[in-house]
């Protein structure tokens, strides 16, 4: 499968991506500057972390409009899954591709630790190698992560099952503890938390190659698909 990791200025999480995507899990992987228009040739496309353009007016709100995510946009109406991590997920939001917005943690301090993160929907590319109420250890490392949708929004979807993963304790206030969304669609999805960070027991988890695995597993059914 051919990956593309797209980079904005003060993305810092791209190189972990590519080292998971390409030495941990042997897939293709490309960086991408955030002035790219094309992703035909691409099976899926990451947002990685990072402080894009400084998180100046809002986090992700000036990379919601960088040239790269027109492609983007084409790319995941096409049906090819996206994932969007921290930064990514608050691009996403800002880019209207994942419900609710991403503002200031509760305590007004930057997060980095473990957290725990519990499964609420495994029915989801990006969940399929888990279990619905698993729980999976994965870093946070954000200033502004707090999930907020209004009510109505938010009730709907956990109906929909499109919230997927909640944090086990109150991390930084987010709404109903969500830390990972899907598009009603299921094929772009956002979380606060860096599995790229935890892939090798010797950092504490690997829970996080789950998911980017479970990635691997949606490319390739985009491929079948458009076969």
């Known amino acids: 499968m051919r990956f593309a990791i797209i980079r904005f ?12 995507l390409h030495d941990v899990l042997e897939q293709q992987a490309d960086i991408l500057w955030h002035r790219t228009t094309d992703l035909s040739g691409y099976d899926a496309v990451v947002l990685p972390g990072g402080f894009s353009y400084g998180d100046y007016l ?15 946009r084409r790319f995941a109406a096409a049906g090819g899954p996206v994932l969007g991590i921290c930064n990514g997920f608050q691009i996403l939001c800002e880019a209207r591709l994942l419900p609710g917005v991403l503002r200031p943690n509760q305590q007004l301090e930057f997060v980095c630790r473990d957290a725990t993160v519990r499964v609420e929907s495994a029915d989801t590319l990006f969940m399929r190698r888990c279990e619905e109420g698993q729980e999976l250890v994965i870093p946070v490392k954000h200033g502004e992560g707090a999930w907020y949708a209004d009510e109505g929004q938010f009730v709907q979807l956990a109906a929909r099952g499109q919230i997927v993963l909640r944090y086990a304790e109150d991390v930084n206030g987010s709404l109903g503890n969500v830390a990972g969304v899907v598009n009603d669609a299921g094929n772009v999805m956002g979380l606060m938390p860096h599995p790229e960070h935890a892939v090798d027991p010797l950092l504490g988890s690997a829970d996080g190659g789950l998911l980017l695995a479970a990635l691997v597993d949606a490319a390739a059914e985009h491929v079948l698909a458009a076969a």
């Open 58 to 72: 809002r986090c992700g709100a000036i990379a919601s409009l960088a040239p790269a995510m027109d492609a983007v």
């Open 9 to 20: 200025p003060g993305t810092w999480s791209d190189r972990d991506c590519h080292h998971v």
